[in-house]
């Protein structure tokens, strides 16, 4: 990823805004400036590297593996309790 992203509107897109807001536009040119500061912020954006993305997906995938394995063995714990609790489910 980069090292110095300042995460700040450009200055023009600033004072076109408060340039905007000042003159109180009509619902049609709010949504054109909404979306001018939608395609501000996707300019942004910035997409990981090869490398990046198979190790951001293998971290997902570790973390998701166990949590699985919590649950399981949360499940197995409690299905233990409530069969302690009150009894074997077959006999009834």
Partial sequence: MTD????????????SAKQE???KKTWFGRIILF??????????VVTPTRKELFS????VLVFV?????IVWVLDQAFG???????????MM
């Fill in 4 to 15: 110095n992203v300042v995460d700040e509107p450009g200055e023009e897109l600033v004072a």
């Fill in 21 to 23: 807001r000042a003159e």
């Fill in 35 to 44: 979306i001018q500061q939608v395609f501000a912020e996707l300019k942004k």
């Fill in 56 to 59: 951001f997906t293998g971290v």
């Fill in 65 to 69: 593996l166990i949590m699985m394995g």
């Fill in 80 to 90: 233990f309790l409530v069969v302690f609790v009150f009894g074997d489910a077959s």
